[in-house]
């Protein structure tokens, strides 16, 4: 029997590949050819856009809580808040807004008048009325026109391959490569320009690699393999959630042949009644609201299972957020002298990480990877899930090794009046850079793989919506430990000053690393849940002519 199920497990896969290159089309319309379109030869273009792309925001997002301080002059906190809510909303909703930004950097009137944010702070005028109006809506058409790349270029990059391919995996690491390249050429050279020349300049450099990243994506046309488009995905899945409602009182027939019987997935039975048929005798076909086939009662089962792994990821991707704020300005207050006339620019700290990895992606996929096959037998190395749960791990080292590094470097000025070097810092950004490797690379697989046919390029956008939710959350968080501390504490809050040293940043760090070390804990409860629970999705070589599923023994 399993040696049957098997063989129609590489049946069904050898279909649904086939299936794959059948429903692909060319840049006119016509068929794909295998020969001719899709593959790594097509993939690279998207890699490309996925350089400049991330190249062109990170080197406006990592650097912006210095912008907004210094030139914008909003304190530390609301500094930090603007910044998260602004990379938050680039993941969920860009050359206009780049432009925008570059022409008000540069135009003395459309800014405050210059002030030492860090010696005279609260005499400093912030940005309000037209200025500030100008800046917020360039922020956000950066973030809208991103907002729109992000989850369709991941998606198109992978449907560049059959679902069921190693390579498939091979090009969701190239894909993390690609954005490493991108994010250590925006931290390293554009932010040194930002600082050296002017931000003005900065940003008009950004919204050039944002044009050539177009120009990359379009370079690839006659190469890609193109999915149609076929329609939205949540009519169909309001449709299962009516119908099961509607007929919650009746009971699945036990007859092997119904279509409640067909259905793979044991999870969430309360949504098998979708698809129960009425009486045969009843000639009238039934709405769609009524009745929905096994396939799209599947495709929501496999919806809700994936979203408590979604929520896991929320809380890593707060902590990512720290590393874009308040480790900037940790840095700020350090000394950044790495030689007597050369400075290293806070936010370029965060190019530690991809210099890592730039060289570990490589080596992990030509030497880990095969290693670890041997061993679990999995395409990937070790699972997507295994992978999530390795890098969420680490993610809390990261917060326990900024807490520690903030307390040094406090207690040094405080107590010493030294300035720490800047290099102490580093550890959050090397642990923290493994741990995004791991956890990143592996929710966009995972949700990939448990797709359906259309619901690809959807799944892609809930990873990004991760993004967003935790740099949403870091806001909350902010405003909620400065409010929690502000009242219970004669001193202020942990984050109520622009000066660190009167802040208690290092307790703020220990909250999130106790925050992440729970969310690991109650991700290893869902993950373990979803492996016991999960089942082969639905397979195309399955699939009857009505919709539903033939009995498979």
């Known amino acids: 029997m399993e040696e049957r199920r098997g063989n129609i497990k590489a049946e069904n896969e050898m279909t649904i590949n086939m ?5 692909t089309l060319d840049w006119r319309g016509r068929p794909s050819n295998p020969n001719k379109h899709g593959g790594f030869q097509a993939a690279s273009f998207v890699l490309g856009l996925q350089a400049f792309e991330i ?43 780049l432009i925008l930004l570059s022409v008000q950097a540069h135009v003395p009137q459309l800014k405050p008048p210059k002030c030492n944010m860090a010696t005279d702070g609260e005499k400093c005028e912030e940005a309000k009325g037209v200025k500030s109006l100008i800046f917020f809506v360039a922020l956000y058409l950066v973030a809208l026109g991103s907002g729109c790349v992000k989850p369709n270029m991941i998606a198109h990059g992978a449907d560049q391959f059959n679902i069921q391919t190693k390579k498939l995996s091979t090009y969701f690491n190239a894909a993390y490569f690609a954005f490493s390249v991108g994010e250590l050429i925006a931290l ?16 008009g450099l950004s919204a050039a690699a944002m044009a050539m990243g177009l120009i990359t994506l379009v370079s690839g046309t006659l190469y890609y393999r193109n999915k ?80 408590p792994v979604f929520g896991c990821t929320i809380v890593f991707n ?60 999995h395409e990937s190395g070790i699972s997507p899930l295994q992978r999530i749960g390795s890098g969420l791990f680490l993610a809390t080292f990261s917060m326990i090794s900024a807490a520690v590094m903030e307390k040094k470097r406090r207690e040094s000025a405080l107590h010493s ?7 102490w810092i580093t550890p959050q950004f090397l642990i923290f850079g493994l741990s995004e490797m791991l956890t990143a690379v592996g929710l966009i697989e995972f949700f990939y ?26 806001s909350v968080l902010v405003s909620l430990v400065n409010k929690i501390t502000s009242a219970s504490s004669n001193a202020g809050g942990w ?9 208690r940043l290092d307790l703020f760090y220990w909250l999130l690393a106790v925050l992440s070390f729970l969310n690991f804990v109650n991700y290893l409860f869902w993950a373990r849940w979803h492996s016991h629970h999960s089942s082969l999705p639905p397979q195309p070589a399955a699939l009857s002519k009505d919709g539903g599923y033939e009995n498979i023994p």
């Open 417 to 423: 009046g030294k300035t720490i070097s800047i290099f």
């Open 188 to 203: 390293t050279l554009l932010i040194w320009i930002q600082t050296h020349a002017g931000m003005y300049v900065g940003f």
């Open 228 to 307: 149609p488009p076929q329609g939205s995905i949540f009519t169909p899945i309001a449709q299962v959630l009516v119908a099961a409602i509607l007929k919650r009182k009746q009971t699945c027939p036990s007859n092997p042949n119904s279509n409640c019987s067909m259905l793979q997935t044991q999870r969430f039975r309360f949504l098998d009644k979708a698809c129960i048929k009425n009486d045969g005798n009843n000639r009238r076909k039934e709405s769609p609201w009524r009745l929905c086939s096994v396939s799209q009662v599947e495709k929501v089962k496999i919806l809700i299972a994936v979203i």
């Open 19 to 23: 299936k794959e290159e059948q429903s």
């Open 495 to 503: 984050l109520s000053y622009n000066d660190l040293n009167k802040n």
């Open 449 to 474: 793989k448990q797709s359906l046919n259309r619901m690809q390029s959807f799944f892609t956008a809930i990873t990004y919506c991760s993004y967003s939710f935790g740099f949403y959350l870091s």
């Open 318 to 377: 707060t902590i990512l957020a720290q590393l874009q704020t308040f480790s900037v300005q940790q840095g700020s207050a350090m000394d950044t002298q790495l030689t007597n006339p050369l400075h290293i620019p806070p936010a370029s700290l965060q190019s530690i990480p991809y210099i890592m990895l730039i060289f570990i992606l490589p080596l992990y996929h030509k030497f880990f990877v095969p290693f670890a096959t041997n061993i679990t037998g």
């Open 55 to 97: 190249m062109a925001i990170a080197a406006v997002g990592n650097n912006l809580i210095t912008y907004v301080i210094n030139e914008m002059h909003f304190s530390l906190s609301n500094s930090a808040n603007i910044v998260t809510n602004f990379v938050g909303t680039i993941f969920l909703l860009p050359s206009l807004g």
